[in-house]
């Protein structure tokens, strides 16, 4: 005899919930009805549970950092709760009809132009999240929507955001995040800041280019790879973009333009009106010569650097996957809005 199906939530004594979008490590996420403004919204539901540390304060941070954040590449807050005296902690934000890059890459890469074209507006918004401060630290493709008909880039999921008030995070915190997507700062325990963002749209970027993810495998092996070999630039039309992405994933952060940069940029590759003159007058010198998957660290120096983040990569490994933040890569999927099955 089949079970009975459990209802769906009523939250806050307003958003109802109607279909079921997504189940990820820490949450679930709903498509509900807001009774109080009207329309819909999405519905994250958070599973005390399967969190360490302090999820209120994690789930307070989240909603603290999407309140102050207003940008047309940033998915908005409509309400949000932390969790406490008996209520549900949970977040509802704006729906957004579209699928996540995550779900469109499964078909395949993507045309360059048009990847330039997202990289653009993706870039924009990171530009704007860090001018407020505030480093997402998860970039990657289940993190990404393709709202309507144009499919423009929204950024999704501030659940590990650094805040402006944060300048310094314990080791357990800075590894936060997906593995195959971790800048090399991050795999080293090091202090992390917009760079971070800019390296991690890059891998996005690459993904969207070659279909193929840079740092596929588990947890650890993904993660220290990136500190072994920089990722293979594929020969593309437009050398102008091939020459930008490998800046944007250089080892050293400081190498790295930022986003507002990287943007402007890739908005010129999109539409056709950025020219090697103009890179230069951009102050942007294009890498010539470039051995594409070259190693940028000796064997020898190879050994030192993986004991040195070995108590890292342990953390990364353990607790991160028990948190839901570092999934496994088949299931590169937290709670984050994807729309059902139509």
Known sequence: MRAPEAPLPVVAGRFRATGLLGVGGSATVYRALDDHMGGDVALKLFSPASELGRPDMRRRREIQVLRSLEHPGVVSIVDGDPGGAGSPPFIATEYVDGPTLGAVLQGGPIPELDAARLGAELAEALAYVH????????????????????????????????????????????????????????VRGEDIGPPTDVYALGLVLLECLTGQRCYPGGDVGAALARLFRQPAI??????????????????????????????????GIGDGSLTD????????????????????????????????????????????TASGEVPPPASDRPATQEPAPR
Not at 296 to 305: D, F, K, N, Y
């Open 131 to 186: 001018s407020r401060g505030i480093v997402h630290r998860d970039v990657k493709p289940a993190n990404i929507l393709l709202a309507g008909a144009s499919a423009r880039g929204m950024l999704i999921d501030f659940g590990i955001a650094l805040a402006p008030d944060e300048t310094r995070l314990t080791t357990e915190s800075m590894t936060s995040g997906t593995a195959g997507f971790l800048s090399p700062e991050q």
């Open 234 to 267: 594929p020969d593309l039309d437009s050398p102008l973009l091939a020459d930008l992405l490998a800046r944007m994933v250089a080892l050293d952060p400081a190498e790295r333009p930022t986003a507002e940069s990287a943007a402007s940029m890739l908005r």
């Open 277 to 320: 003159e103009l890179m230069v007058l951009q102050s942007w010198s294009p890498v010539r010569g470039r051995r594409r998957g070259r190693l940028l660290i000796p064997v020898a120096a190879a050994a030192a650097i993986a004991a040195s983040t070995a108590g890292v990569m342990l953390n990364l490994s353990s607790s991160r």
